[in-house]
Nanobody, 115 residues
Framework: VQLVESGGGLVQPRGSLRPSCTAS????????MSWYRQAPGKERELVAR????????DLAASVKGRFTISRDNAKSTVYLQMNSLKPEDTAVYYC?????????WGQGTQVTVSS
């Protein structure tokens, strides 16, 4: 299993970014996918999750109305559209899949929101 994130970066407050995560080594369409984030000195927290087939989504209260998670099963890729970014969204963002009893993580992509 391999998860490779890209698309982070430095953005000004109220800006937008769309990190993506491309997966390999498993049947992508069969598994729910998630995005987590970890800010300096804080625990890793769940940001968004999308189910496998129907694409049902669930978002943390802190990002609801600003972030959207989506997936393209043909490309084995999951996206996190982040709008109206705030300085408190600054963190390393990780792609995640729970498969056969264990978590798999990508290497993370840094998102920094600053003027």
């Amino acid at each position: 299993v391999q998860l490779v994130e890209s698309g982070g970066g430095l953005v000004q407050p109220r800006g937008s970014l769309r990190p993506s995560c491309t997966a390999s080594g498993f049947t992508f369409s069969s598994y729910a996918m998630s995005w987590y984030r970890q800010a300096p000195g804080k625990e890793r927290e769940l940001v968004a999750r999308i189910s496998n087939m129907r694409g049902t989504t669930d978002l943390a209260a802190s990002v609801k109305g600003r972030f959207t998670i989506s997936r393209d099963n043909a490309k084995s890729t999951v996206y996190l559209q982040m709008n109206s970014l705030k300085p408190e969204d600054t963190a390393v963002y990780y792609c995640n899949v729970w498969r056969i009893g264990r978590n798999y993580w990508g290497q993370g992509t840094q998102v920094t929101v600053s003027s």
